[in-house]
């Protein structure tokens, strides 16, 4: 790009662009990096630097940016129709994409509602789960439970169901009050072995069945973040107390949510986080790689049962009166019909499990740093934690940024490395290949060595 253009754009962003999850002040002597292109996986700025996108753009992208077959499928869809309403109108990549929604999730899920991010497909689940008790005769089920270090979005009942202080504590007087539990991080529960996580998981789910014990009268719903709790510090639990949870709920008839806006579509190894516990949740939320991360989209899904609570004749008004602009919008949901069609035809799971096993391995080199612990991976997703003292697992003071520091040596690493916290981590496209989850690492380790971690 033309520099002047370059100097004029970023003077500009300066005076009128407001980014989001960012302390501007910390832009006022440094740029913002100005993408120009973007291509498999990799970001190009404006003075023609690559960087490795290894957190898929926010954790959406799947297939690599600029893919061609999406890109097609964007295009096609164009030229017959951009966007039309969803009530009383109907289309058929709206109709392909719910029929194939329903064929790929765990089996039970029935009906797709379709909103356009990953906050609202939150909010249309709980606000269903509370509308289902009040027509089922159970008007004291109106509350909701949510685990410690979970995020579900930042609109007011997807942060009233939020577990991370830094993000949610300002709004506490907004938000309509929910019960926690105790997270099940089994990378801080003090033995760190098998059987140690054995333990956490089980004291964890002693809790929820306390709380269940106790309150499940005025309960509608438990909504969890399924195998990895993501925006609260890439904590990966195991797959037991994503069990534990379906049973409790289904014990004490409570509505289990889960979140799989972050884990759905292969990130984790599997189609969907659900997967590696062989369950169905009455409510699943999608969004991010629903379209590969190309387009804003996102759907429910719920069983026939809450739908039925629904459906009836119009005067008993129990319609379930939500619904947003760009609900359906055609080209989105072409867009994920084309990223299915890949998954379908080309072989990107085997691709994943490749790459997930040799990223496991790989992370392995990182305990030989002095202050790198607590390193965990699950399918493409991989983090470990920055300590001032690893022995006594004594973190940095959050004035000294270091997650911030390691973020900046990482561009000059060709690295886009968003730390969340003191907490590094990579979040890879699907058609990430061992070859550049090598050069990633290598690249990672000289940030670190940089910073004499
Ligand atoms: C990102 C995220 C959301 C919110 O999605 P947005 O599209 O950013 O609103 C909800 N739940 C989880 C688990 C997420 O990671």
Redesign the pocket.
Known sequence: MDPIRKQELLRKDRQHVWHPFTQMKDYAELDPILIERAEGVYLYDADGNSYYDTNSSW?VNLHGHSHPRIKMAIARQLELMDHVMFSGLTHPSGIELAEQLVQITPPGLDKVFYSD??????EVALKMSFQYWQQSGRESKTKFVFVENS?????LG?VSVGGVGAYHSVFRPLLFSAYSVPSPNVGTWPDTSEQGAHACVAHCLAAVRQRLESSAGEIAALII?PMVQ??GGMIIYPAAYLQGLRELCTQYEVHLIA?E???GFGRTGRMFACDHAAITPDFM?L??GITAGVMPL?ATLCTTAVFDAFYDDYETLKTFTHGHSFTGNPIATATALASLSIFEDEPVMAQVEESAAYLREQMQTFGAFTHVDNIRSLGMIAAFDLFADKASKQRYDFTERIGFRAYQAGLQEGLFLRPLGDTLYYWLPLCTTPKQIKDIIERTHRVLHKLNM
């Not at 991010?117 to 939150?122: D, L, R």
């Not at 995020?151 to 609109?155: I, P, R, V």
């Open positions: 954790w991010n990953g906050s609202t497909a939150v995020y579900h979005g930042d609109t997807a973040e993501a925006a979140d806006v972050a884990t939320c969004s991010k996102a």
